[in-house]
């Protein structure tokens, strides 16, 4: 939390100074690749040719192992490259999201890994879809001029205060469709009026309004559930097998979105299964969940600087800031000779 502002009040010397002595003082070399890493990119450094940070983590330790200034296929397969091909080799398994430069310089520089495609960003794929086909659904019922609802015939006016309540429910309930608690959706949760509809409703009576207000919705909605479903109970074993269930089923919908949704799951197929390894020692399966909490962290450091400028000096300062094992160097660096990776 801390810039070098403040560093700078404290101790009665400019930013420039105390960023100075940061740069004289703290230079963090790359860790050893770890068995088990995770890559993932942050948006958090602007240059001219990116702008997003490149995150390579070590799983297990959960320490940054680098960062780099892209996540071009070029800087990564040069970077890699002039890492040693027998700690290359020692990596087992690498978890990424869907970006396919990861995938194809992660089977250049380390063929021996198996690589696993995170669960949350196959997920965060799906609600895409679906948020398109809830978004098209709630366009269907706006009602441009309300104010005027008197004028109408008494059917059509039931007909327009159906839309509107319909458009009202999506709108502001729409996060029903994404949640997989099973305590706000059930059944017997109290009831509550709300003044909209005139009645009492709990979320699991919202939730059956908005489904069967539209037939897509619904159809994508149970697609949906039956992929939640497919990472709760598929083993490793299993994985493969519900895989292709599970596509066969999207490939059967009438939904373009979903026949995409089918082929993605079919490109990343190997990667999805890869994803039910259980990691050794544990009960759990590798994912990403640890290096989004460390691009959080990336990213406040920015906000609290309101941006960094030099490339060196802010992969310093997130290396010393979240790294538990980097220390600074009690002498000076003053030559490019003594910041060599």
């Known amino acids: 939390n801390e810039t070098f502002t403040s560093i700078a009040k404290r101790h009665n010397i400019s930013p420039t100074t105390a960023a100075s002595i940061f740069d004289k003082h703290v230079y963090v070399p790359r860790n050893p690749l770890s068995e088990i890493m995770c890559i993932d990119e942050v948006y958090a450094f602007k240059s001219d040719h990116s702008k997003y940070v490149c995150v390579l983590l ?61 669960k949350f960003h196959v ?25 005027s609802l008197d004028k109408y015939p008494i059917e059509q006016r039931n007909e327009i205060y159906y839309k509107d ?47 069967d207000s539209d037939a897509q919705l619904k159809e994508v909605y149970n697609l949906y559930t039956h992929l939640h479903l497919f990472y709760k109970v598929s ?25 995409r949704f089918a082929n993605t799951l079919t490109q990343w197929k190997r990667e999805i299964i890869h994803s039910f390894t259980t990691i050794p020692n544990t009960d759990k399966r590798i994912n990403n969940a640890i290096i989004e909490n460390t691009n959080k962290t990336i990213k406040n450091i920015k906000h609290n600087s309101n941006g960094f400028t030099n490339w060196n000096r802010f992969r310093n300062r997130v290396l010393y800031a979240i790294n538990d094992n980097i220390s600074f160097s009690m002498y000076p660096m003053n030559t490019e000779k003594d910041q060599v990776i």
Do not use: G
């Open 165 to 211: 309540s319909m458009y009202y429910l999506l709108k502001k309930f729409h996060w029903l469709l994404y949640s997989t608690d099973s305590e706000t959706l059930d059944d017997n949760r109290k009831k509550r009026y709300n003044h909209k509809l005139n009645r009492y409703l709990n979320y699991h009576d919202i939730l059956t309004m908005i489904l």
């Open 123 to 147: 997920i965060q794929e799906f609600t895409r879809h679906l948020n398109q086909i809830r978004v098209k659904t709630m366009n269907q019922f706006y009602i441009k001029d309300k104010k």
């Open 58 to 118: 070590d799983y297990t330790s959960q320490n940054i192992i680098d960062l780099l200034p892209d996540r071009h296929k070029i800087t990564l397969i040069d970077y890699f490259h002039h890492i040693p091909k027998e700690e290359r080799e020692r990596v087992k398994l690498i978890c990424i999201d869907m970006w396919q430069t990861y995938r194809t310089v992660a089977q250049v520089m380390f063929p021996k890994a198996k690589l696993a495609v995170d």
């Open 235 to 259: 083993s490793e074993q299993e994985a493969k097998i519900h895989l292709n269930q599970l596509i066969h089923d999207l490939q059967q919908s009438n939904l373009e979105q979903m026949n």
